[in-house]
């Protein structure tokens, strides 16, 4: 009898270690488990992230990718959609602008140009577990209406209320800034103005009439005054750098009658796409420009 209680609290032992071992064993298996979960979590999150992002890279609007970056700046995908927001934005710029009448200057302005249709390549994405947050691009401008090449090229002319002078009007493209510069007759003229003119701003070049003027385009962004441009002069944009030009040059006439002189007012151009402009401008470089 004594010899069977012996066995029974020696089992009883054996089982309460069992227990115990299995317990433990338990214990160190959950955090395991909670860890593969939160795991599964995170890399659900990044998935439908990922397909979000992918979405707008491809098939995403201006206003969708502004409103994505204004709701997400701490995105890890910032970097790509403000590029791809840059990209659409410079597609939307070009071909060219609009111009009046120059030989009547009261006729009705029809304001833009054709917009042409570009189609884009599908991209492909990758994440990584080590995600910094982007540093905004710089974006250095001048003032509306500076005249940043007036040590080599000198300064606009200015007239008094009576004197005979025809305007070069320029709206400039909401999307980029613009420096304008008019040349007597063609490419190889001298400079007869220049004007720095910010996105979506307006600014006026006030020429002698009774000579014939050519207009060129220098877009961009980002103005860095120190870059070293053709012809001598220092100052360019650092990013989307482009150059267009009216293909044709234009004659101011200056007429004197019995009434007294008479000449024309002069030109308007609108650099934003428009289906109903009457203008386009031709692509041109930055060597002809200056």
Do not use: C
């Amino acid at each position: 009898m004594k010899r069977l209680i012996a066995l029974v609290v020696i089992n009883i032992v054996l089982l309460a270690v069992f227990l115990s071992k299995n317990k433990d064993k338990e214990s160190a298996t959950n955090p395991v488990v909670t860890e593969q979960v939160s795991a599964a979590n995170l890399s659900s999150a990044n998935a439908d992230e990922d397909k979000v992002v992918n979405d707008l890279l491809e098939n995403g609007s201006i206003s969708d990718l502004e409103k994505y970056i204004k709701n997400h700046p701490d995105s890890p995908s910032i970097i790509k959609l403000r590029g791809r927001l840059s990209e659409l934005n410079y597609q939307k710029l070009h071909p060219g602008g609009t111009q009046s009448n120059a030989a009547n200057p009261t006729k009705p302005l029809s304001t833009g140009n054709r917009v042409s249709t570009t189609t884009t390549s599908a991209r492909t994405t990758t994440t990584t577990t080590t995600k910094p947050k982007a540093e905004p691009e710089q974006r250095r401008t001048l003032s509306n209406g500076s005249q940043p090449y007036a040590a080599w090229y000198g300064y606009n002319q200015r007239y008094s209320s009576n004197e005979p002078q025809s305007t070069i009007q320029v709206t400039s493209a909401v999307s980029q800034d613009v420096i304008v510069i008019v040349k007597y007759n063609n490419q190889d003229g001298r400079v007869a103005g220049h004007l720095y003119i910010q996105a979506g701003r307006t600014g006026k070049i006030y020429v002698t009439p009774g000579y014939r003027y050519q207009v060129f385009f220098y877009y961009g962004d980002d103005w860095d005054e120190n870059k070293q441009m053709p012809g001598g002069v220092r100052g360019g944009f650092t990013r989307h750098e482009q150059a267009d030009k009216d293909p044709n040059s234009h004659y101011f006439a200056i007429n004197e009658t019995y009434d007294g002189i008479t000449w024309d007012g002069g030109m308007e151009y609108n650099l934003n796409p428009t289906y109903s402009g009457n203008f386009n401008t031709k692509k041109s470089s930055v060597s002809e420009v200056f």
